[in-house]
Nanobody, 126 residues
Framework: QVQLVESGGGLVQPGGSLRLSCVASGFSVERFGVGWFRQVPGKAREGFACISSNEHSTNITESVRGRFAISRDTAKNTVYLQMNSLKPEDTAIYYC???????????????????WGQGTQVTVSS
């Protein structure tokens, strides 16, 4: 069965960095896109990064562009999210999700994704 497991969250000071991992099983990241979302209690889930199956096509939204980067390791079937220059407003639960298709467009409608991880908490605070 399809599973996605996030890890790497934690408490970090403003300006610090974290790298989140999303280990996928039950499907290959070489065949489907994988996206990252985050959610703050009481707010809608926000999609902000996605990597297509061909790896060369990635999408990063303006809200985190220049600070966050998405990459993958096909041998480990894992997608990574490198987060730099973290700000308190980046505090959220971070989720990865399998896209229904191979390609990541600039759209992050949740219905475009069919499997989700359980999430990992990222807290940016001094």
């Amino acid at each position: 069965q399809v599973q996605l497991v996030e890890s790497g969250g934690g408490l970090v000071q403003p300006g610090g960095s974290l790298r989140l991992s999303c280990v996928a099983s039950g499907f290959s990241v070489e065949r489907f896109g994988v996206g990252w979302f985050r959610q703050v209690p009481g707010k809608a889930r926000e999609g902000f990064a996605c990597i297509s199956s061909n790896e060369h096509s990635t999408n990063i939204t303006e809200s985190v562009r220049g600070r966050f980067a998405i990459s993958r390791d096909t041998a480990k079937n894992t997608v990574y999210l490198q987060m730099n220059s973290l700000k308190p407003e980046d505090t959220a639960i971070y989720y990865c999700a399998k896209r229904k298709s191979f390609y990541c467009s600039g759209s992050y409608y949740p219905t475009l994704y069919d499997y989700w991880g359980q999430g990992t908490q990222v807290t940016v605070s001094s």
